[in-house]
T-cell receptor, first 115, second 114 residues
Framework: DTGVSQDPRHKITKRGQNVTFRCDPISEHNRLYWYRQTLGQGPEFLTYFQNEAQLEKSRLLSDRFSAERPKGSFSTLEIQRTEQGDSAMYLC?????????????FGPGTRLTVL | GESVGLHLPTLSVQEGDNSIINCAYSNSASDYFIWYKQESGKGPQFIIDIRSNMDKRQGQRVTVLLNKTVKHLSLQIAATQPGDSAVYFCAERISSGSARQLTFGSGTQLTVLP
C-alpha cells in the first residue's frame, strides 16, 4: 500500500460528458503528478504540482484537461467534452522534496472508459 | 520519441530461477532511474532506484545495474517467485531544471512458470 489514493477507481462515461478524478497523495508529500497510461504502454506524464503550484504541463494535456491542487493537498483532474481517445488509466503519484531520491509513489489509478 | 525502451516485451522464467529484465535509454542527461512493477489493474509499484553516480544498487532479492557507457539498465530478480509475475517498467528522469516527470518505457511482461 503506497498511501496514494484515487477516486473513483473506474469511470464509464459517454462521449461529450465531463469527468473529474480525485487524488489524495501521501500526507507529507508536497509534489503530486498526473500520468496517463494506455493498454500495454508505460505511463505518460501529464502535469505536476509542487504544493499548490502547477509547475509543468505536458503537450498531452490539451485544453480540455485541467488539473488543480487548491490547498496543496488533494488534486483533481477534470476532462471536459470527453472523447473516445481519452479512454485510459489515469494515475496519480506523489513525492517529497528533500528525500534522497525523490521517488514517486503511485496510486491505484482511475480507469476511464469513454463510450 | 521515447528515450527509454526495453529489449524484450515478454520474459518467462521458471520459479526459483533468476530473472534479468533489460532497458535501454537514449538520453545521456538522465541521472535517475527507477524500476516499477505493475500488476494487472493496479498502479506501478516502486521496486528500486539508482542515481547515475552509481553502477549497482541492491535491494531485497533485486539488483539494479546501470551502465552509462552503453546507456543500459537492468533489473535482476533472484529466486523468482510466482508473485513476481507482472509488467516491469524502467523509468528515467533528468533532475536539472524544473523537470521532475518520469519517462517510462513500454514495459516487459514477466511470467513465472511453476
Amino acid at each position: 500500500d503506497t498511501g496514494v489514493s484515487q477516486d473513483p477507481r473506474h469511470k464509464i462515461t459517454k462521449r461529450g460528458q465531463n469527468v473529474t478524478f480525485r487524488c489524495d497523495p501521501i500526507s507529507e508529500h508536497n509534489r503530486l503528478y498526473w500520468y496517463r497510461q494506455t493498454l500495454g504502454q508505460g505511463p505518460e506524464f501529464l502535469t505536476y504540482f509542487q504544493n499548490e503550484a502547477q509547475l509543468e504541463k505536458s503537450r498531452l494535456l490539451s485544453d480540455r484537461f485541467s488539473a488543480e491542487r487548491p490547498k496543496g493537498s488533494f488534486s483533481t483532474l477534470e476532462i471536459q467534452r470527453t472523447e473516445q481517445g481519452d479512454s485510459a488509466m489515469y494515475l496519480c503519484a506523489s513525492s517529497l522534496t528533500g528525500a534522497v531520491y525523490n521517488e514517486q509513489f503511485f496510486g491505484p489509478g482511475t480507469r476511464l472508459t469513454v463510450l | 520519441g521515447e528515450s527509454v525502451g526495453l529489449h524484450l516485451p515478454t520474459l518467462s522464467v521458471q520459479e526459483g530461477d533468476n530473472s534479468i529484465i533489460n532497458c535501454a535509454y537514449s538520453n545521456s542527461a538522465s541521472d535517475y532511474f527507477i524500476w516499477y512493477k505493475q500488476e494487472s489493474g493496479k498502479g506501478p509499484q516502486f521496486i528500486i532506484d539508482i542515481r547515475s553516480n552509481m553502477d549497482k544498487r541492491q535491494g531485497q532479492r533485486v539488483t539494479v545495474l546501470l551502465n552509462k557507457t552503453v546507456k543500459h539498465l537492468s533489473l535482476q530478480i533472484a529466486a523468482t517467485q510466482p508473485g513476481d509475475s507482472a509488467v516491469y517498467f524502467c523509468a528515467e528522469r533528468i533532475s536539472s531544471g524544473s523537470a521532475r516527470q518520469l519517462t517510462f518505457g513500454s514495459g516487459t511482461q514477466l511470467t513465472v512458470l511453476p
